[in-house]
């Protein structure tokens, strides 16, 4: 992965965050998180979209670990590592970066977003965070195409030789 769309620690793109926004008074910053299993054009559409909402766009990925708990034992298909890297070469992502817990809490709390970009299987009334983003002051943004599409479906298709 370049050194411009390398994995980042969350401490360490915290300050980066901070430096930005001090060189840069006003800019926005866009927090969208997701697994990205299999990148296909859904998520192309929503990081795009997220983007469009501010200045910056961070990804945050699930971890391996999470990925599993989340879709059971046999995901995720690519590693970490290869998903950030394939996420990070999106024209829109600036930054990308890994989470392991259940929720993007702690990612909030310190990256301090101005808007959560989530996908349109949410509504700002079921986002997970929506207290956490209200007590932050953090926009919540609905983005993308209509969820018709995911890793999910793709690797069940592949799985069955339907693909």
């Known amino acids: 992965m370049s050194a411009t769309k390398?994995?980042?620690?969350?401490?360490?793109?915290a300050g980066e965050l901070e430096r930005i926004r001090a060189a840069r008074p006003g800019a926005?910053?866009?927090l969208?998180?997701?697994?990205?299993?299999?990148?296909?054009?859904?998520?192309v559409r929503y990081l795009d979209d997220a983007?469009?909402?501010?200045?910056?766009?961070?990804?945050?990925?699930?971890?391996d670990e999470s990925v599993r708990a989340l879709?059971?034992?046999?995901?995720?298909?690519?590693?970490?590592?290869?998903?950030?890297?394939?996420?990070?070469?999106?024209?829109c992502v600036d930054y990308v970066l890994a989470f392991?817990?259940?929720?993007?809490?702690?990612?909030?709390?310190?990256?301090?977003?101005?808007?959560?970009a989530k996908g349109?299987?949410?509504?700002?009334?079921?986002?997970?965070?929506?207290?956490v983003d209200r007590e932050l002051g953090i926009e919540v943004a609905i983005c993308g195409d209509p969820k018709d599409r995911s890793s999910t479906g793709f690797a069940q298709r592949l799985g069955s030789g339907n693909a």
């Not at 983007?51 to 971890?63: F, K, P, T």
């Not at 349109?120 to 207290?131: K, S």
């Open 71 to 91: 879709k059971g034992p046999t995901r995720p298909l690519m590693p970490l590592e290869e998903r950030a890297e394939v996420v990070g070469a999106l024209r």
């Open 6 to 13: 390398r994995l980042w620690e969350r401490a360490e793109l």
């Open 100 to 116: 392991a817990e259940r929720d993007m809490e702690a990612t909030l709390r310190a990256l301090r977003p101005d808007v959560h």
């Open 51 to 63: 983007r469009s909402r501010g200045d910056v766009l961070v990804v945050a990925l699930n971890s």
């Open 32 to 43: 969208a998180n997701g697994c990205f299993d299999l990148l296909h054009v859904g998520h």
């Open 28 to 30: 926005r910053v866009v």
């Open 120 to 131: 349109t299987d949410y509504t700002v009334d079921t986002v997970p965070e929506r207290g």
